[in-house]
């Protein structure tokens, strides 16, 4: 039997290390670009307008990402590690370009669909590929490794679009983007080998799954543009209508978007999934709102309302190290442990950010330490939840279970946005608007959106009883003497 404590030298020696270079590179990419737009969207939307539609930059990011997901095995397989990984490369820089030249909200929008794709397949490639090239001890270790890339991207990404919004320059830190871009889809291509020698499995696109998926965001999105809770109510009911039906259509279909047993909540999948998805939108609703309540209530600047906004991702890196290397019972307390972190950073945002402040160090501090909280806790369990989909999918889907992490990880995503822009501005962000709205918005959004780390502390619970349901069965009967 293999040594199942590994370290990390193993992923930065001899051909691990290439094969780490590139899947790191490809997620640095995505992870930069989310920072870098996150920091200079209240600069993008003073200078283009469209307040209305801020939530939309990262609905419309997040869909395209689930198409390029969803399309990221197909890629591999036709295109090799080395073509699919230069491809998504090149969409990615297409969509920098357009978000740098835009001229309006619209394009602005269209640019981030473009970059959404692009990232979307290189977020899920790099998943792929850990299966297939690293020996399954290795997993925990290759996942904190891309988890960490989060890390730097905490301290590249608010620094350039930081940086750029605060001397009015925001079109510069897309353009800055670009020759990195450029030099990535060249390492890629250079690198990387160019055919895939894992080919048991073929896949065909899902494509009446992807499309219900699509709508029932883009129903949420609609809805949330309406000041009217009528309106809201309907384009929440229409998602919901929608979902049912993918559900139907995705358990019935010959090409299934998802591996087996996803949507069982009685089965260890679909509750590691669940659990997933409800971690993501704490971190999600968090990362898009928090760097508008630093400017507008606690008088940051761009960069300095970056780098706090991106303590909690640098809680995700730390925790995500740190627990890597946990086994067993270790794992299964660093799966508890991780709502429950998130749950309490999430409490205290909705009791501390709403207050409004000159910006004095204390209040700050606290509000980062919360942050970071939030982040810790999601990182403590996300190398041992994303092993553990691997672990528990069917032997015959594990190609769709790779993609199927980042597919449920962006859905999650991409209708909670949206429904975090609702909540946001019926509680009053833009009507009344100013110190006051704003107020009530942050309130509202971290009250409303710590119901999703408080349900997935219930699926950890479920999680760590079936977990010990085997061990139970397996001790020896008393003796009917």
Known sequence: MKDQHVGWGVLFSGKNGIRSLALAGGVGLHAINVYVATTILPSVVNDIGGLDYYAWNTTLFVVA??????????????????????????IFGLGTLLCAAAPNMPVMLVGRFVQGLGGGFLFALAYAMIRIVFEEAQWPRAM????????IATLVGPAVGGIFAEIGAWRAAFWSMLPV????????????????????????????????LTLAVFAVSLGSIWQELAWNGVGIAVALVFLAVFGIVERKARQRLLPRGAFDMTKPLGLVLAMMALLSISVTVTEIFVPLFLQVLHGQQPLAAGYITAAMAAGWTTGAITSSSARGRGADRAIFLAPLISLIGMILLALLSPWPTRGEWIPLTVITLSLL???????IGWPHLLTRVLQVAPADEKDRASASITTVQLVATALCAPIAGMVANLAGLTDPGGVTGTSSAAFWLFAVFALAPAIALLAAIN???????????????????
Do not use: C, H
């Open 181 to 212: 871009i450029a030099l990535f889809a060249f390492l890629a291509f250079t690198v990387l080998p160019s055919k895939n020698r894992d080919q048991s499995e073929r896949t065909g696109l899902p494509f009446a799954q992807l499309s219900l």
């Open 65 to 90: 990402s689930i198409l390029g997901s969803a399309l990221s095995a197909r890629l591999l397989q036709a295109s090799g590690p080395r073509g699919a990984y230069t491809i998504a490369a090149l």
């Open 373 to 379: 909280t939030v982040g810790a806790g999601v990182g």
């Open 463 to 481: 999680i760590m009883r079936r977990r010990q349901r085997p061990a139970i069965a397996a001790l020896p009967r008393p003796s009917q003497s």
């Open 144 to 151: 904190a490794l891309v988890s960490g890339m989060w890390g």
